[in-house]
């Protein structure tokens, strides 16, 4: 069982715990068309960007202005595909992800969602991204490996349920 992460972002402390079954199951059936954008297309090679390029305090202002236009450019494909996203998709998978997200406040956790209100209207943009990200990665870790277990059977020539129950 996954332990809830603790992330600083913003400034602020967050545990990002997990969504029960069926939330995490149906987030992961709506993110699904964008999944292999945001992780292989873009964050990947934004990552790669971001550790080549020199420090903010090295960079001359025209360095800086090239390496943000280069960002955007990478990011383009999956800016496209949040844009073409129905919004009602887009809110229930930020609503949903959100939910199981807390932040510290002095010395108790504090739901970031609650009755699909954002409680905190101090959060940003990149900030609600980044904990949504977060959700993302850990909730999709066992529909990724169910599925890396279904292609190893196809790729071994069996099909899922062939092996005899070890249940028996």
């Excluded at 995490?24 to 990947?44: D, G, M, Q, T, Y």
């Excluded at 949504?132 to 870790?141: A, T």
């Excluded at 169910?146 to 028996?168: I, V």
Aim: aromatic share 4%; with cysteine; proline share 5%.
């Amino acid at each position: 069982m996954l332990e809830p992460l603790d992330v600083t972002v913003g400034g602020h402390l967050y545990k990002v715990g997990r969504l029960d079954l069926f939330d995490s199951l149906n987030v992961s059936r709506l993110a699904a068309p964008i999944l292999p954008i945001l992780f292989h297309e873009v964050l990947s090679k934004v990552a790669l960007e971001v550790m080549n390029s020199p420090d903010a305090d090295k960079a001359s202002p025209e360095e800086r202005i090239e390496a943000i236009g280069k960002l955007i450019y990478l990011s383009a494909p999956i800016l496209k595909a949040l844009a073409d996203m129905p919004e009602a998709n887009f809110r229930k998978i930020v609503r949903t992800c959100l939910s199981c997200v807390e932040r510290k406040t002095d010395r108790v956790w504090a739901r970031v969602m609650a009755d699909g209100n954002l409680m905190f209207q101090d959060m940003t943009q990149q900030d609600c991204m980044t904990l949504v990200i977060h959700v993302l990665s850990r909730e999709l870790r066992p529909t990724i490996a169910a599925l890396g277990l279904f292609g190893g059977a196809a790729a071994n020539g069996k099909t899922a349920g062939s092996e005899p129950s070890r249940m028996a």
